[in-house]
């Protein structure tokens, strides 16, 4: 089905953020510490079962919100850094697509 090979993940690169159930009995929650590390992922703890969105819904609603400010502080730094040529592409992310335009007058 999916043939597209990926050849760079876009965690290694690209902030993360997790919201983890302590209470999980679906996937322990000791393996998604391990693997929210080697992303460098940021983890909100939240207490609860496996399906945190649902009994925990404005805790989930917070990881969102912080993370959709982090990425847009994110995009404004790098647009901020690039001091050569004008900016115009789209940079896709979980949360929706954002244009970056850039004035270099």
């Not at 693997?35 to 990881?63: L, W």
């Not at 850094?81 to 940079?91: L, P, T, Y």
Request: charged content about 20%; overall charge positive.
């Amino acid at each position: 089905m999916y043939v597209t090979p990926i050849t760079h993940a876009a965690w290694r690169d690209k902030p993360t953020f997790a919201a983890l159930a302590t209470d999980d009995k679906s996937i322990d929650p000791g393996i998604q510490h391990a693997m929210y590390k080697r992303s460098n992922t940021k983890v909100t703890e939240v207490k609860g079962s496996h399906v945190i969105f649902m009994s925990q819904p404005d805790a989930v609603a917070k990881v969102i919100v912080e993370a959709a400010n982090n990425i847009k502080l994110t995009i404004l730094q790098w647009a901020t850094d690039k001091k050569s040529a004008c900016v115009k592409s789209n940079a896709d992310f979980a949360f929706g697509s954002f244009l970056i335009l850039r004035n270099c007058g």
